[in-house]
């Protein structure tokens, strides 16, 4: 990968402050964490109604069709690694330009999966730092060989330079920051 296409795009979606909706937000960085780009929808609030008829589909078609899908088709700076904190939104990766990795804390246990038709695989990451968090990435099943080399080399050359689950938090906070100062955004 070129110096100059070393970017991280990293997608989240939050509960607004009410916990009535939710904010997608990408955020696109470069590998010394310097931010380049940051796309928030307006909140999401499905209906009571909405809420029963989509029932578990609720989240993933908030977070991929209302969110992931159109904040990443307006970004400028296409990341070609784009991580998310929920194995739900994997399916980015059918429209993204690089590769997709969900990120969670690491846990001896492993983390029940959703009821996705979505197959992944999945790594453990070390930290290369003590102050960085171990973590487990899911990835897409269908990366090719080549494909799957060139990813897994990136998302642990980014996890050498950063904690990947600080990414997120970093991410919330300024979402939190942006729903207190400005209303259309609660």
Known sequence: MEETQKRIG???LALTPDKK???????????????EELRVTFPVKPSSMQRVLYGASLIPHIGLKL??????ETLTNVPPIVLVDDERFLPLADIAKG?????QAYQKARLPRSDSDFPT???????????FKKVRAMYPANYD???RDIALREIRAIAHRMDLLELFERVGRALAVLSEEDERFR
């Open 21 to 35: 909706g939710y904010i997608g937000a990408f955020f696109v960085m470069d590998y010394a964490g310097k931010p």
């Open 99 to 103: 590769y997709v990795f969900a990120v």
């Open 121 to 131: 695989l999945e790594i453990t990451i070390e930290p290369a730092n003590e102050n």
């Open 67 to 72: 969110c992931a899908v159109p904040l990443y």
């Open 10 to 12: 990293i997608f989240k």
């Open 145 to 147: 060989e080549m494909d």
